[in-house]
């Protein structure tokens, strides 16, 4: 079983719309999730983190964990065509180093 | 604003060949990694540096790679006898305290040919 587990889309959504990511994963010692955004031939840029269970706003962009199910979601309101990108899952136990990503879900944000 | 940087941006070598990615990490952060991506799937750990020894890494860091901090600077990736699966886009990564918050530089593509 893969340790993170994320649908490669492409996701295509018309500007405006809100968009919804997820991945799951297997492991119950991570405690620290994180989403980035990659552009293409680019680093991984971080989004946004959480730890343990809960949801985490900034701006246009939501995350929410959900340990229990081991569930882990990005949501973008008013999706703009910028937004254009993959969005990479990550998870980390804590004290750990090792972030494991999850495959990145390819969005397209069409104006 | 402070960011990671890395060179060269693209390193072609041959097979058997040695070679030295370098990354300058954010200057206040202690803790410092290299990811790979091979061309389209995903990033993978490969190692991570603290209070310069290795701190964790993967399977994939075995012998013919090595990690360096030179000086107060720089941070290096060698490896050591290029294969043809070494061919991906490397990436530098650091951070504070905070693990969970890593930085990425904008990668070196590798090709070994």
């Known amino acids: 079983q893969k340790e993170v587990e994320q649908d490669p889309g492409p996701l295509s959504v018309p500007e405006g719309a809100i968009v919804s990511l997820n991945c799951t994963y297997s492991n119950s010692a991570f405690q620290y999730f994180m989403w980035y955004r990659q552009y293409s031939r680019k680093g991984p840029e971080l989004l946004m983190y959480t730890y343990s269970s809960g949801n985490k706003e900034d701006g246009r962009f939501t995350a929410q964990v959900d340990k229990s199910s081991k569930y882990i979601s990005l949501f973008i309101r008013d999706s703009q065509p910028s937004d254009s990108a993959t969005y990479l899952c990550?998870?980390?136990?804590?004290?750990?180093?090792?972030?494991?990503f999850g495959a990145g879900t390819r969005l397209f944000v069409k104006a | 604003e402070p960011e990671v940087t890395q060179t060269p941006s693209h390193q072609v070598t041959q097979m058997g060949q040695e070679v030295i990615l370098r990354c300058v990490p954010i200057s206040n952060h202690l803790y410092f990694y290299w990811y790979r991506q091979i061309l389209g799937q995903k990033v993978e750990f490969l190692v991570s540096?603290?209070?310069?020894?290795?701190?964790?890494k993967s399977e994939i860091f075995d012998d013919q790679f090595s990690v360096e901090r030179p000086d107060g600077s720089n941070f290096t990736l060698k490896i050591r006898s290029t294969k043809l699966e070494d061919s991906a886009m490397y990436f530098c990564a650091s951070s504070d305290r905070e693990t969970y918050e890593q930085y990425f530089g904008p990668g070196t593509r590798l090709t070994v040919t």
């Open positions: 990550a998870t980390l136990r804590t004290g750990g180093f090792k972030t494991i």
């Open positions: 540096f603290y209070n310069n020894e290795i701190s964790e």
